[in-house]
């Protein structure tokens, strides 16, 4: 485990209000190659939301929580995990869905 000298993303972002073209820009490009990762990885995390990304003072992203992952079969995946508010629709509807 790691202490992170920083923010949730949910907190910054409410903090600072808008946080600008160059700060999103940055954060999302993490974001984007941590997925990218997970995914050579064969893991899903299965709750990526604002309050599961932190952010240092860096300015660098930090992917929290990953109590609902699975890391292997994640293509076909039938079970409810996840924030409710955050889920796609198939899993809401106890459809098969790809974790990625």
Not at 9 to 28: P, R, T, Y
């Given at each position: 485990?790691?202490?992170?000298?920083?923010?949730?993303?949910?907190?910054?972002?409410?903090?600072?209000?808008?946080?600008?073209?160059?700060?999103?820009?940055?954060?999302?490009?993490?974001?984007?190659?941590?997925?990218?990762?997970?995914?050579?990885?064969?893991?899903?995390?299965?709750?990526?939301?604002?309050?599961?990304?932190?952010?240092?003072?860096?300015?660098?992203?930090?992917?929290?929580?990953?109590?609902?992952?699975?890391?292997?079969?994640?293509?076909?995946?039938?079970?409810?995990?996840?924030?409710?508010?955050?889920?796609?629709?198939?899993?809401?509807?106890?459809k098969k869905y790809d974790g990625h």
């Amino acid at each position: 485990m790691e202490y992170v000298q920083g923010d949730l993303l949910f907190d910054f972002v409410k903090d600072f209000g808008g946080i600008g073209e160059a700060k999103s820009k940055a954060i999302m490009s993490q974001l984007v190659h941590v997925l990218k990762y997970l995914r050579a990885m064969n893991v899903a995390h299965r709750d990526i939301k604002l309050e599961n990304i932190m952010v240092t003072d860096q300015l660098q992203v930090k992917v929290a929580d990953f109590g609902f992952a699975k890391a292997e079969n994640c293509s076909k995946l039938r079970s409810y995990r996840g924030t409710k508010t955050y889920m796609a629709p198939e899993i809401k509807e106890g459809k098969k869905y790809d974790g990625h």
